[in-house]
């Protein structure tokens, strides 16, 4: 691992001064390489199911590591789109005259060297190496031992790219084997990585948090909340917190509490209780929300802080804005949390004062993405408040260096 | 210390919310009581400096220690200073509107509980103090145990300060131990401290990188660079190369080694050296340097690593621009490098190619800082990558979140 830590400094240098044209000529070649590839694509990937079939992997992990037509389509596409996006680096931002007569400003430049880390799907391999391509960083992609047949078939599509663009072949690294032990060995790479990104379930999560030596992109939790203001439209507040809920059950950005204020718990909890039941999801609620809904579960103090990634629902009801934003700031997990109102000055406090990477009056919580924000694509959301907090795209992938333009002038 | 970390988070809170108004107040009154406390803080600070002495402390350490009338009211107009700087908590960026009809935008907020570990300076009390709190951020203050007096006697300034503006008194704490072990506590408490910033010493700033569980914003080594093309001007050379090395031996964006294009060593080389001959500069030399300066002292590869922080200097004689850069990238700290040259291209691919926190065409090492660049002030210089790089002033102590504004949007 050492090794392809150097490879991948040596390869980064050559990478922050690539061009964009090349870039995007890699970019595009890799896709059509997976496209050429389809059939080997999918023996390499047989492999790998049978052989997870045979370890007993549940079959949610068997969906996600399988390459269908459709799915490798979807990783042509991606690429395109990526070709697509403006190029992040060299960009120079705020130049200005200062008294001095010199020129400041702030150009962007690419991380250095990104390590991904990351579980069953091979398509991250695709995406996050196109990503971090395109920001001008090498990278070195770790997926899960299960999908290593065809995480290698997907390598040799992205080596072929980079050979038609002239680009160093350690420019990826795909990691070939299948020892446990080379994260350990990747997360304890300071001189030759310059950031963590795992990708993947909680236990990944934590496990690189805790043991990385290296800054790590990444968010824990997405404990998000509705909040109905005393305010909120009816007919807005029954859409958005059914969306929010029940547009997808599994992802980081899906309500899991639903705040509501106590002058409205006897108007809105009825009606969107019957929507909920429509769907068949599970309420849970405060005693406050069993006096209106009296057939539902209560919810315990553990319910406040669950990610249920299913259809469960926890309420509470609460006096107003301010125990809210409390509730939310205590036991929210800092990810996307929306109020619905008609207020403007509660609208301006819940926007300052709720302490989350997105924060949102009067929308659903699940357009908390890169897409829905115009960044593109994403590697991911952080939650963390150091260098890159919500959805993390190119320019999360990038930092920005002083450039002095002057005519000799010296300090006095 | 735990509790240290509880009280400062929930101070954070409160401070997250203050208004520009409050937090200037403080501010002012915190200067004001530092002019009216001019005898205590001498008093103390000749307590500290005592036991200094008793202690055997170096001179130069003595003499940082010192709290003298003019540094003192020197620290009020600092803070001063930091009325005039704008809030940047709460400015929104880049509002705009999206293909769903959301408007997406950025929020600037602060990282919330900072930890400051610095040494002997009684000073960098209150600028970090001052800095934290306008940012909106709680601080740690965790000074040298060789200026605990001073360092609560300024406390009781701030604290008086805060106490006019009715912020919170957890909002700035000193911490009031001698006990080295307190630092290692500090850097563990991940859950109260959101970045750690260590001023002092290379020996300091090394033991909180290595043993820090939280980020930290630091710069280690500055081996600065002035690069004289073929196309330098020759006065101007002169100029910046004499102002780069000699305006301050000891700071971080001194130069440390000048590298010369081989058709400018002939012409170049001699005026500069008895520029520097006359202000008592030692020269050490590559082979190629020692040709046109035979009397100087050969430089080992080890000189070229070398942050000599006095006057002393090491040339090399370079083929050209590329070999330039790549002397730059491998033995520089990525601190703060500077072309003179009148070529355009050679500007231009200088600026993207140096990987430094600060990249200069024609402009003297010295003006990388945060007065110079027109931040206001500095907390520090980061020659890191993630969050902060270059000057840290107020904006480098906070973060973005995202906000979306609707009317009711969902995905679909």
Redesign the interface.
């Known amino acids: 691992m050492a090794e392809v830590g150097q490879r991948a400094r040596i390869a980064a240098?050559a990478l922050?001064?690539a061009e964009t044209d090349a870039k995007n000529r890699a970019l595009s070649v890799i896709a059509e390489a997976i496209e050429a590839a389809v059939p080997q694509l999918k023996t390499e990937n047989a492999r790998d199911l049978e052989a997870g079939r045979a370890r007993g992997l549940e079959p949610a992990m068997l969906d996600r590591l399988e390459l269908t037509d459709v799915r490798i389509a979807s990783m042509a596409e991606g690429l395109r789109q990526i070709v697509g996006l403006a190029d992040p680096v060299?960009a120079i931002e705020d130049l200005?005259y200062?008294p001095?007569g010199?020129q400041?400003g702030?150009?962007r430049?690419p991380?250095?060297v990104i390590g991904i880390i990351y579980e069953s799907r091979p398509n991250v391999t695709v995406d996050a190496a196109a990503l971090c391509l395109k920001s001008g960083n090498a990278s070195i992609l770790r997926g899960g031992s299960e999908a290593l047949h065809s995480n290698q078939a997907i390598a040799v599509c992205i080596r072929t790219g980079l050979a038609a663009a002239g680009l160093p072949e350690d420019a990826v690294q795909v990691v070939e084997t299948a020892d446990r032990a080379a994260v350990g060995e990747l997360l304890r790479m300071k001189d030759s990585v310059?950031?963590i990104v795992p990708r993947g379930g909680k236990s990944l999560i934590e496990r690189v948090s805790r043991e990385s030596l290296i800054?790590v992109i990444k968010h824990l939790d997405g404990v998000c909340h509705v909040y109905v203001d005393d305010s909120a439209?009816t007919e807005?507040t029954l859409?958005?917190a059914v969306?929010?809920k029940t547009?997808r059950y599994g992802t980081c950005n899906t309500m899991e509490t639903l705040l509501v204020c106590a002058s409205r718990a006897a108007d809105i909890l009825p009606p969107l209780a019957a929507r909920y039941a429509e769907v068949g999801v599970r309420l849970k609620g405060c005693a406050r929300t069993r006096e209106v809904l009296p057939r539902i579960e209560p919810a315990s103090e553990a319910d406040w802080h669950t990610e249920y990634l299913a259809p469960v629902l926890s309420i509470r009801v609460v006096d107003g804005l301010d125990e809210a934003i409390d509730h939310i700031?205590t036991y929210g997990s800092h990810h996307t949390d929306?109020i619905l109102t008609q207020d403007y000055a509660r609208a301006r406090r819940f926007?300052?004062?709720v302490?989350?990477?997105?924060?949102?009056?009067?929308?659903?919580t699940?357009?908390?993405?890169g897409f829905?924000?115009?960044l593109g694509a994403e590697i991911g959301i952080s939650t963390d408040?150091?260098?890159a907090?919500?959805?993390v795209g190119l320019e999360g992938l990038t930092?920005?260096?002083?450039?002095?333009?002057?005519?000799?002038?010296?300090?006095r």
Not at 355 to 364: E, H, K, L, P, Q
Not at 399 to 411: A, E, F, M, N, T
């Open positions: 240098r922050a001064r060299g200005k200062l001095s010199i400041v702030r150009m430049v991380l250095g310059d950031v800054p439209e807005m859409t958005v969306n929010a547009q700031n929306s926007l300052r004062e302490d989350s990477s997105s924060v949102m009056v009067n929308a659903s699940r357009l908390a993405d829905e924000y115009g408040k150091l260098h907090r919500g959805p930092s920005q260096k002083y450039i002095v333009l002057g005519d000799g002038q010296v300090r």
